[in-house]
């Protein structure tokens, strides 16, 4: 999400203080690495030079050096990140460390910019999801305790990133891996005064304590589910932040700013093709099935006009994707479009029977030149007007 990046960095001063804090992924023993590349990207993507925040079990301890400074850095810096990894390993380390209270004062008083995406995004509410211990170890749903950052915005919410995944393809992965059964039995341990706080991919959802407003970014959508009713906000939405505490605690008199529906069942999971959000997949089959039905109706000019709206989705999604993310695939499909288009060009987009209109067609049952004799004879009497005394053979 580059162009959001940069964004919510365009107003930091000359040479602020930038962390990546690699605390979700710690644990991981190619953590250098990744931290390696997230310094890389926001340097080169973003033009921020930031440095790492580490995560050293055997270097360091809640009472050491080495914690204190990372703390005052969080503390102190005016843009802190932190991504993807394992939420419930965050979570113990934070508290380990102290950095929980760190995080939470900064939002509190509203400091810089935190950035917490992916795993980190599953720990800012009150309730957290141990994503891994439930989806690949087979642990009983829970809630484990969350650091509860949004709790000190006024909002009492469980924030399930990757909302609308997809990955699973004949399983249901939405809801940060959980599927429906589990969400709906995770939902009932909630307190009644709080909500599921869903965020699709490609999405960020941006609370601005300046202005008092939220903001809906990207190309998914925000969704408040309380006792299985979801409203969702589409991208590019902007709300009060009054009005969002009062979806998640349900007050009859909140305005809803877009639909509300049913809990999801299998079959709305998924956005669909024409819908406010769409995937880069449903773009590219849409536009396909756009292509085909101009190509079956003759239209060169929709069949154009389609080919090139195409390429500026595929252009406009490449921008803000650091890696290619189905780009190559949507490339492919656009470069079988041009070619369909070229054929029809050089082929003609009628047949030629049609383009000729059969000019010489003799009538049925008449041998071809007498028929043609006939045609000529009758345009030279025409030509030479009824007054004519005699009207000469071909």
């Known amino acids: 999400m580059v162009t959001l990046h940069r964004e919510v960095t365009a107003h930091l001063p000359r040479g602020a203080g930038a962390v990546i804090l690699e605390t979700p992924y710690g644990f991981q023993v190619n953590r250098d690495d990744i931290s390696s590349r997230a310094r890389e990207y926001f340097r080169r993507s973003v033009n921020l030079a930031t440095v790492v925040a580490p995560d050293r079990r055997d270097k360091d301890s809640s009472d050491g050096g080495c914690a204190a400074e990372v703390r005052d850095r969080v503390r102190r810096s005016e843009w802190v990140f932190s991504g993807p990894g394992s939420p419930s390993y965050a979570l113990d380390r934070w508290s380990t460390l102290r950095l929980g209270e760190i995080l939470r004062e900064r939002v509190s008083r509203g400091y810089g910019v935190t950035v917490m995406a992916s795993a980190a995004a599953c720990t800012v509410g009150c309730a957290a999801l141990p994503v891994y211990e439930i989806y690949k170890a087979g642990h009983s749903p829970e809630w ?13 919410v469980a924030v399930i990133p990757h909302y609308d995944n997809t990955e699973g393809g004949t399983h249901d992965t939405r809801f940060c891996y959980l599927g ?26 941006i609370v601005d304590l300046d202005t008092s407003l939220v903001r809906v970014w990207g190309r998914g959508v925000m969704t408040i589910r309380r006792n299985g009713i979801s409203t969702r906000v589409s991208g590019g939405t902007t709300l009060p932040l009054e009005q969002l505490r009062n979806l998640v605690k349900g007050t009859p008199s909140a305005a809803v700013p877009l639909s509300r529906r049913p809990p999801e069942d299998g079959e709305d999971g998924a956005h669909r093709p024409g819908s406010d959000a769409v995937t880069l997949q449903e773009a590219v089959v849409a536009a396909e099935l756009r292509f085909t039905a101009a190509q079956e109706a ?3 000019v929709k069949m154009a006009d389609i080919t090139v709206e195409l390429e500026s989705v595929i252009a406009a999604w490449s921008a803000d994707m650091e890696e290619d993310q189905g780009g190559e695939w949507a490339r492919t499909v656009l470069h079988g479009m041009i070619r ?7 082929r003609g987009l009628h047949e030629p029977e049609r383009t000729l209109g059969r000019i010489v067609a003799p009538p049925a049952g008449t041998p071809y030149e007498a028929a043609l004799r006939e045609r000529l004879r009758a345009g030279r009497c025409g030509a030479r007007g009824r007054g004519s005394r005699r009207c000469p053979g071909p």
């Open 298 to 300: 003759r239209n060169a």
């Open 340 to 346: 369909r288009l070229a054929g029809a060009a050089e």
């Open 180 to 205: 429906e059964p589990r969400l709906t039995s995770l939902e009932k341990e909630l307190p009644d005064s709080s909500a599921v706080l869903g965020i699709d991919e490609h999405t960020a959802v």
């Open 144 to 156: 484990l305790p969350g650091l509860d950052l949004m709790g000190t915005l006024g909002l009492r």
